[in-house]
C-alpha cells in the first residue's frame, strides 16, 4: 500500500492535459485550487496506515491474499460492506469534502459482477482480464476513477439518434489489438488525481446502439484524454489561502474528460456489444456508487460539530431552541446512516462471489441524501448567525487599521479568540454556500444519479403486488392470488 | 410451540378481571371488540408453523436447545437482531395492525442483560431467577405484557412526590415470601391477550424513590389485577360486524392495568430497590421496544397496497402524479425499514452474552416513526379520492332500496364490482381515522416513547465532542483535544 | 333574515328522501346522527343575530338594500371577499366543524358572473332569471347546497364516453316548461340541511357533451332528490351522546344525492348546453370554494386551544418542546390565514359587479389546506399524549367498579377534574382521528377539489414567460422579448 | 425625485471611511464588488419614472403633498401597505437581488409612530424633529441605512453587563448641542450605498440602560463613522467579471458599521433615554421589515424562470417530474407572497397616522421566509442538474484550445447556443450557492431578525385564551369565561 507521500509523488509523475481558466497546467499537484482535492485523496492513503482504522481501512485481497487499501477491494461478505459504508463516514469526517476515491472502488465491483455474468452467457473472457486489471490496481494502490455520464446533448433522444454522436462515447474504430473511442464523460469528481480513468456507459443501451455498450479502463495520461476543470463555489479562495477558505486543507474537484480517438488494447476492454448487460453495469454502479453517500454523514458530522462549536462561541448553546436544532441534525444526519448501514447490512451474494448492496435500500438512502443534507445546512445557517454571510475578510481582520475594530466588536464569549470565531463561520459558509457546499449539496443531489433515477430504481423494485394482496386479504377482496 | 387454536383456547382458560364500557366481561376472546386483537396475537402463533415463515418466525433456545416462537428468544447474535425486525414487518403486513406480543420480548431481552448486571454488582439472584421463568415462558410458548408505563400524574413532579403515592407502581409490604405491590400501568397494549404481565420502572429512580425501583412478572389472571379496556376510534364498528369494518380480521387494544394490593412471590421479583439500575432497564427496554417498530414498515405496506389498488379502481393509476405519490410513500417506509434494519446491524454483545441494539439509531428510527406513517398516511387520503369519507355503510349497499344506486353510481373501472372498491376504500379508513390509525398513527407517536423521549436520547448518544474535534482541525482551530 | 330556531323549524318541515344504514329516515333534524351538523348550519343564523358578529356575518343586499345573512350575499368589494375569510374562521371556531353553508355561498357568487357572461355573449336571459332566484334566496334566508362533483366512473373516459350516460349528471328530455334530469351527485356536505340544491357541471364540457353543461336550482326536497347518508369515522358515537363524543354540540355529514329524473323548470335553469362556460362556472365555483377553506383556520384555533390546555392539565405547558409545538401549530395555522386573506386582498371586479378571489392565490391558499392541518392534527397529538387513544369510556367512567380507578389513576395536576381531562382529549380525537377529523383531515385534502387540481390551476395561472424574461436579462441571455 | 444617475453621482460625492480586504477604498461607486450593489440601489430610482411602475414606485406626501419615491413615504392607508409589498417583489424580480432599500423605508414608518408615542406621554419633541427630517429625506429622495443590530459580545448578557460597554452602541457624552455616541452596528446591508444611517436600539431596554434607549439620523460620512465591507460566496468573481457571475448587473454588500466617537445634533436625535419605548420601536421596525421580505418573492420569480430556462434547454420541461418540481417552487413562492400581502391586508392606523401591518402575520410571512426559499433553491438545484457545478469558466470557453470542446459537448437541444445555456446555470449558481445566496438564503433566515424572534413574536401575539375557550366549549368543560 503507498503512503501519502508516494501516492502525490505518483499524480506528479503523470503527464495528464489539463485545462483550467482557459490554460493548460503544467502540473496539477502543486496548484492551489486543486492541490486540496489531491490531499483529499492522499487522506485514504494515510489512514490506511493507522493502527486505529486499519481494520476499516484495508482488507484482504481475494485473489492475492495480500493486505490491501479497501478501496481496491471486491466485497466478499456483509461486513464488507458494512465497513465500506464506514470507511465513508470516517473519510467524509476527516476530510469535511468528498475524497474522491469511491467512484474507482464502485467500479471495479460492479465490473467483477458484470463481467463474469457476461462470460457465463457469451463465452467471452472479460472476467479474466478485468480480474488481472484488478490485480495490478490492488498491487500498485491505485486510484481510478469510474466514469459514466455522458454529456447526452438533447435529452429526449436516445444516443444514436442524437446530432452529434459523439455526445455519447462510442467506439469510432476497431483495430487488431483494440478500439478508438470518441466522446467525453462530464461531472468526473478527482479525474486529474487519478491514476485510471474505468469508463462505463451511462444507460442501458438498445441494439441499435451497441457500439455505445462499452466499458473499459486506461491509464489517466494516455493521448487524447484532456481534462478541463469545472469550477465551484468560491474556487478561487483557495488562491487566497489563509482561513477564509474555511477548511485549510481539503477540497474536491470536478472535470470534463474528453476522449479525442483515444486508443484501448483488447486486454483492457471490458465490455463492449454486448448492450444487454449495460442496464446491468450502470444498475450495480448506480446501487454501490448510492451507498458511497454515506460519505456525507461524515460531512454532516463536521457541520454539525462547526454548529455546535458555534452555538458555544455564540454563548447560546444551552438556549433550548438551540439543543433542539442541533438534535434534529443529528436526527436527520443518522437518518442516513441508518440507510447506508441498511443496504450493506440487506446485500446478497453475486454469482460471481462478489457482494452486492440492497439495490431498493440503496436508492432510498441515496434519495434521503438528495434532501437532508439540505435541510442540515438550512438549520447550520440558522444556528451560525447572520455574521455568517457579513463577516470582513481575513485580510480585514489583520490589517491594523481593521483589525481591532474586528477584534472588539466580533467578540463572543469570553476566553475565545475572534478569529477562531471566524475560523468555525468561515467552515460553516463554505459547507453551505461554498466549494465544500458544491460536495455536500449539489452532489448529494446529482452525484451517482439524481432523485428522479432513484424514484424509478425504488418504484422498479417494490414488490408492489405482494402488498396489494395484503391489504386484498385483509378487507375481504377475493381475486387476489393466494398467498 | 403452540398453535394458534391453542393459544386461543389458553387465553380463553384465564379468569382476568376486564371491564369495557363499565361492565365486566365474562369472556374476552369471543367478544367482538377484543376478537380481533387476540387473532392478531393468534397469528404471532399460527405463522411460527408455517415453512415459509420458520427461519423468521422460530429460533433456537439458548438456554435449552429447543425449537421456540422467536418471541420467546433472547438475541444471540447479529442476525437475531435483523431477524426480529424481519419478523415485526411481516406480521404488521399479515395483520395489518398491532399485534401486540413484541412488547413481551423486549421485556424478557431487557431483563435478561440487567438482572445479569445488578447480580454482578450487588450478588443477588436475579438472573438465576429470570432465567428459570424465562424457561417456564419458552417451554409453554407464552404471550407477555411489557408493562412500563405509570400514570404519572401531575409530570413536573417526581414519583415519591406526587400527592398520591400509587401514581406510580410500589410495593406497598414486604413479606417473607415475597411482595405487595400497588399502582398501575396505562396504555398497556395487548394487555388481555397476555398471559403474563412483566412489571418494570417507568423511569430512571433516586434512592429516595427505591421502593419505586421494581420488575416483577405475575400470570394475567392473578388476583388483584383488573383491567380496563380503552376505546379506540370506530371501536363498535367490530360489533357491526361486515366490510365497514375496514381490517374485517384483525385489531388491537389497549388497557389499563390496575394492581390492587397485589402479591408477588420472590421468584418472580427481577429487582427490587437497586434503583441504580432502573434508568438501564428502563433504556433497554426502550431501545428494544423502539427497534419493534419495524412492525409499522409492514403496516405501511398494507396501506401503500391499498392505495395503490383504489388507484387502479379508480383508473388513475398511470396518472404521473399517482405514480409519484405511491413512490413517495414506499420511500419514507423503506427509510423506516432502514432504521430497523441498522440498529440491529449495529447490535452489540451485553456481558450477559444477549445481543443489543444501537441505542442511538433505534431511538433514530422510532423518531421516524413519529412522522413518516403520518405522511404516508396522508398520501393515502390524497389517493383515495373524497369517498373515502362520503360513501355510505354497507347496509346501504344491502338495501334493496339504496344498494342499487349505490351500485350505479360508484362504479369505478369496469371490471371491478363496486363492492370491491368500497372494501379497499374502508381499509384505508381503518388504516387513516379509524381503529388501525390508533396503532399506526397515534401508537407509532407515543408507543416505546414520545418523540421528546427520542430526542433526549439522540442529544445523549451522541458523541458531540468527537464531531467538534473535526471541525476545528480543519478550520484551524488549535485548541482541541489531539486526536 | 331567520333565527336558529326558525332555521330548525324551516329543515324539519320539508320533506326529503333521506336513507341511512339502508333506511329510509322520517325526520333527520332529530336524529342523533344528523342532529350536529344541522346545528352547526343553525349556528350561522344564530350569530347573525349577535351584535358583535353582526359586521362579519351580515351585508346588505345589492339587489335589495336590505340587510341579509353574508351567506346570501353577493361580494361587491374585497372587503366583503376578505369579511367572508374572517366569517369562515370565526365559524370554524365556534363550532369545531365545517358548518357546510359555504358551498352555496360560493354557487351563487360564480353564478352571479357567469350568468352575466353568457348572456352577454348568447343575448340569454340567465342572469335575470338568477337575480330573481337570488332575491328569493336572500329574503327567505336559504340555506343552499352547491352541487357539483359527478361520480365519473372511469375517471379515464370523457362523461359521453362512459358505459352509464348518468355517471354525470345530464338531461334526458327537454319539455315546454322545463328539462328533465338524471344522475347524481357525490360528496354532498351538509345536503340534508339545505333547502336548496344549485346543481353545477363538474368539469369542463365540450360539444359533445352539451347536455352535460347544466346549471340549475330545485328545493332540496324536489320529488325524484334521494339522499344516501356517508359514514363517518366515530359516527355511531353520536347515537351512545355524551363525552366521548369529543364535540358535544356540532358535526357534519355527507350524502350522495340521485336525480332520478327529475322536472326542473326553466326559471331555474341557469346553464344549459352553453358548454363554452361550463369551465368558467366550475373555475369561478372551485376558486370562491377554495377560498372557503378559511373555516379550517377556525377549527385549526380550536384544536391547538384543546393541545396548550391538555398540556396544562398534563402539567407540562412550560417545557419548551412544548411551547415550541404550540408555536408551530399556531404558524402553520396564520400562514393558511395568510392565504385566504391574500386571495381576497388580490381580488378583481368581475364585469357583473361581483368581486372574484384571485384564482393563483385562491389555489395556493387551498393547497396548503391539503397539508397543514394533517401535520397541526400530528402535533396535537403528540402533545396529547398516548391516553388520547387508550381512555376508556364515559361508560367506565362513570360505572361505580371501574370510575373509583379512572379518577384516581387519570389524574393530572391538581385542580383540574379528572374528567376535563377525558373531555379535552376526546375533543382532540374527535378532530384528529374521529367524526370532525372527516372534516379537518380529509375534506381539507379533497373539498374543492384535490391537491392535483390546485396544482394544475397553479401551474396555468403562473405568469412564467415574465419570471423567464428576469432571468434571462440578468445573466446576459439575449433572445428574451422586450419588457 | 433622483434620476439613477443622479443617485450614482450623489453616492460618488460622499466622502465615507470604507474598508474591504484590509484597504481603505477611494471609491466604492466604481468598485467592481460595491458597484453592483450601487446598481440595485439605482434601480429603485429609475423604475420610479417609468410610467408602467409609477402606481407602485412612487406615492404622494402626506406631509408635502409632492410625489414622492414610495422608499421614503409614510404609509397612510392598507392600500399604501400592500403595494410596499407589490414594490418590493417587483424589484427583487428586477434585481435577482437585495435592493437594500427596505430598511430605511422601514425606519422611518417605524419613527413616524413610536417619535408620536414618545411625545404624548413626555411631552418631547421628538416628532417635530422627526417630519422634519422626513421632509429633508423626502426632498432630497434619499436613501437612508436602518441601523439596529448591536454586536451584542456574549449573547446570554444584557447590554450593561457586557465586559465591553461598547458592544451595544451607547452615549459617551451628552453636549449642549448634542450627543456623542460610540459602538457599532452588524450586518448593514447597503451601507455604503447610503446618505443617511437612521440608528436605531436592537432589543427593549431597562432603565439601568437608559443610554443605550437610542434613535438618530446622520449622514453616511459623518466624521467617526466606518465601514468595514463584509466578504460574500464568490464575492471576487466579480472582479473578473463576464458570465461567471451569474447575474450581470446586481448584487448586494453588507458592511460592519463603527460609531468612533460620533457626534449627533440634537435635531437629530429621535429617542433619548425613553427606554420604556425602545421595545415598541424595535418591534414596530421588525415587523415592517419582516413584511420588507416580500421582495424574496421577486427573487424566487427569478430562479423560477431560471429553472424553467434551464429545464427547456435540457430538453426536459415536459417531464412529468419537471412540471411537478416546477409548481411546486411556484406554490411555495406564492405562499411567501400570501403571507407579504396578508400582514398589509390586516394592517391597522397607528395613532400618528401611520398604517401597520399586522404584526402576527408579519413574523409569519418572515418566518416562512426562513423556509421556502432554501426548498426552492434545492428544487432549482435539482432541476439544474450536474452542471451546475462542473462547468468551466466562461475563460475555458472562450479558450480556442477548450472551447471548442466545450462548444460541442456542452450542447443541449438544438436552437440553443452552449453559452445560454452556461449563462442561466451561473445564474443557478450565484442564486443558490454565489453571492446572491447570501441574500436569497442566509439573508433570508437572519435578515430583519432570526426563526426564534419570530417564534418568540408568533407566541407573543397569539391570542391563546380565546382558542382554549373554543375548544374547551365545545368538549363541555365548564371553567371558562363566558365568551
Known sequence: MMTAEQYEESIRALNCEVYMFGN?????????????SMKAVARTYELAHRPEHKNIMTATSHITGEKINRFTHIHQSIKDLITKSKMGRLLGRETGCCFQRCVGMDALNALSIVTYDIDEKYRTEYNKRFLSYLEYVQENDLTCDGAMTDPKGDRSLPPHSQKDPDLYLHVVE???????????????????????IIVMPTL?????????????????????IIYII?????D?????????????FYGGHEALIIFDNVFVPWERVFMYKEYDFSGQLVEKFASYHRQSYACKVGVGDVLIGAAQTIAEYNGVAKA????DKICEMNHLNETLYCGCIACAAEGVRERSGTYSVNTLLANVHKHNVTRFPYEIARIAQDIAGGLLVTMPS????????????????YKGISGIPTGDRMRILRLIENLTLGAAAVGYLTESMHGAGSPQAQRIMISRSIPMKEKQEAAKRLCGIKEQKSS
Chains 1, 2, 3, 4 share one sequence.
Open 230 to 234: 469545472g469550477r465551484q463555489s468560491c
Open 320 to 323: 433550548s431552541h438551540i439543543k
Open 394 to 409: 481575513e485580510q480585514d481582520f489583520r490589517s491594523p487599521e481593521t483589525g481591532k475594530w474586528l477584534k472588539k466588536y
Open 174 to 196: 476497431e483495430r487488431n489489438d483494440g478500439i478508438v473511442v470518441r466522446g467525453a464523460k462530464a461531472h468526473q469528481t478527482g479525474a486529474v488525481n487519478s491514476h485510471e
Open 24 to 36: 493548460r497546467l503544467e502540473n496539477t499537484v502543486d496548484n492551489p485550487i486543486i492541490r486540496p
Open 236 to 248: 478561487t479562495r483557495k488562491l487566497e489561502g489563509g482561513m477564509d477558505q474555511g477548511n485549510l
Open 204 to 224: 442501458s443501451m438498445r441494439e441499435a446502439e451497441k457500439e455505445y455498450a462499452l466499458s473499459f479502463a486506461l491509464p489517466s495520461d494516455t493521448d487524447g
